[in-house]
């Protein structure tokens, strides 16, 4: 279904982001028909470079970054028409006038701040001055949103000088993955799993984000941050608010994000022997984390797991494990949401240990597997054995499969619809913040120094010792 017309200026649109991900995934809209035939993409950067300039630069990167749509060559000489470039500067007036000339009535003017948060305040100032934005446009921001309660404060009061909460996307792509909706639908759209989804039912439940990759060549940015800052404050809290969330009385935006509020706001105040950090090594020739930032006393963690409780009703008692960290195992990542054990077995030989499991992945193979017990199939008798039912999505939707847009397209889609559900609105970013900055003081108070794990393993010990502790354990990465 195509969306209503649109200008969208995508400021920082020759950075990697842009490149790597907004435009490849703005062809693929634009190839299955849902970009109207007279929208308009206008990239607005630092560079100077025309319209012909910008039109290669991205044709470069579809070639690099694109998946097999790369190979319509007519589809992407038409997108590239849609194409054009403005020179400009965030902090001065230069390329200002020239945008404004550029945009055009009557469609909706969407700005995609694809930049550091530095400039986001100088944007929507100079938008608002050079009356290029009005009530009906929108802006989207990408992460990080601060790297503390007190600079999101600053950055939400910067873009509110400006534009209402209405008019605000901020962009978490988790939130635009296909099994991050079905979660939802899951709970919400089927009778089987709300019944079960409290502390009566559920022992516990974990989220793992893991990758393979080291900080690469993000590392003076990275250093700064941290595994807390850069992937759990955001998408990992964002998964966790969406697993134990009430249901919302309708699936709208504000009151989905009422609901994930709350959650954020039950969360008990963390304890440092809640919480391991680590550090990848040095193994085989590949650099150490150290190495890879160049600051060889840094404390940075790129690794954290951490167990956490909700202190609600529906909760209670039932803990929370988050980890994620690079230089894992594998690149992985889902959420288990792990029942109680049976409790009585009526089978003779049977201990009574079988757990369902229910796993949703988000990568790879976006899907969900149900662990359920039956009974092992042949002549044996009555012996139990637990296998999942998997749900992939991608055999589940078959030769459709391409259909299914990234969350980077989706997200845009839906920022022209003018759909806020599945971005995170001011008042919950802060309170995330406020959940994890009395933690980070107290590592950089008392300069924690973090294990140090090896490459290509499901991470420190210490983490596993977390888990162990209460008589659990991870779910291994592979
Ligand atoms: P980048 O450094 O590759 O690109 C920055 C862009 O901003 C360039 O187009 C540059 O011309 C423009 N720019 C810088 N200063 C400017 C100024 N004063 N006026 C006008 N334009 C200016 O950065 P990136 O990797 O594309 O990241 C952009 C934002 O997205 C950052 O906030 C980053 O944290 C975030 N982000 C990036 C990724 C990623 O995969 N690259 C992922 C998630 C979030």
């Not at 809209?29 to 929208?39: I, K, L, N, V, Y």
């Not at 230069?94 to 469609?107: F, I, Q, T, Y």
């Not at 933690?439 to 950089?444: F, L, P, S, T």
Request: glycine share 8%; proline share 5%; aromatic share 8%.
């Amino acid at each position: 279904i195509p969306v209503d017309s649109f200008d969208l200026v995508i400021f920082g649109g020759t950075g990697d982001l842009a490149r790597r991900k907004i435009l490849p995934g703005l062809f693929r809209r634009f190839r299955s028909g849902q970009m109207p035939e007279d929208a308009r993409i206008i990239g607005a950067a630092r560079a100077e470079m025309d319209d012909e300039g910008y039109r290669q630069l991205i044709a470069d990167a579809v070639e690099e970054f694109g998946g097999e749509e790369k190979a319509d060559a007519e589809g992407l000489k038409q997108f590239l028409g849609r194409l054009h470039y403005v020179p400009i500067d965030a902090k001065g007036d230069g390329g200002w006038p020239e945008l404004a000339a550029l945009m055009r009535d009557g469609v909706i003017r969407a700005f995609y701040f694809s930049v550091g948060p530095s400039l986001f305040g100088d944007l929507a100032e100079r938008l608002h001055t050079h009356s290029i934005a009005d009530e009906q446009s929108r802006i989207v921001v990408e992460k990080p949103f601060g790297r503390d309660l007190a600079s999101a404060q600053q950055l939400n009061a910067d873009l509110a000088a400006h534009f209402g909460e209405h008019q605000i996307y901020r962009i978490d792509h988790y939130l635009g993955k296909e099994t991050v909706q079905n979660l939802m639908a899951v709970r919400f759209g089927n009778v089987l799993f709300e019944p079960l989804w409290n502390s009566h039912y559920v022992d516990h439940i974990q989220i793992t984000v893991a990758e393979t990759v080291g900080v690469g060549g993000r590392g003076s940015y990275y250093d700064q941050s941290g595994a807390m800052r850069d992937m759990v404050q955001n998408h990992l809290m964002q998964l966790l608010c969406l697993i134990a969330m009430e249901p919302p009385a309708q699936y709208d935006a504000d009151r989905v994000r009422d609901e994930k509020l709350k959650v954020i706001r039950a969360l008990q105040p963390l304890q440092p022997h809640q919480v391991v950090r680590g550090q990848y090594d040095a193994a085989g020739g590949d650099p150490s984390y150290r190495d890879d930032v160049e600051n060889p006393r840094s404390h940075t963690e790129s690794f954290i797991a951490l167990k956490t409780h909700i202190a609600n009703w529906r909760w209670a008692g039932v803990p929370f494990y988050l980890r994620t960290g690079k230089r894992l195992k594998a690149r992985t990542s889902e959420i288990a949401v792990v029942f109680k054990d049976l409790g009585h077995t009526i089978f003779e030989g049977d201990t009574a240990r079988h757990r369902n499991i229910l796993a949703i992945r988000l990568q790879p193979n976006e899907g969900m597997d149900l662990q359920v017990t039956i009974k092992e199939p042949g002549p044996g008798g009555m012996r139990l054995v637990d296998v999942p039912l998997d749900m992939t999505f991608a055999d589940a939707l078959g030769p459709d499969q391409e259909q299914v847009p990234d969350a980077y397209e989706r997200l845009i889609m839906d920022v022209i619809r003018g759909n806020q559900t599945l971005f995170m609105r001011g008042d919950e970013v802060e309170a995330a913040w406020a959940w994890t900055d009395p933690i980070i003081a107290g590592w950089e108070a008392r300069h924690d120094v973090p294990k140090t794990y090896d490459p290509d393993t499901q991470g420190p010990e210490d983490a596993m010792m977390l888990m162990h502790r209460d008589g659990r354990r991870w779910r291994e990465i592979r």
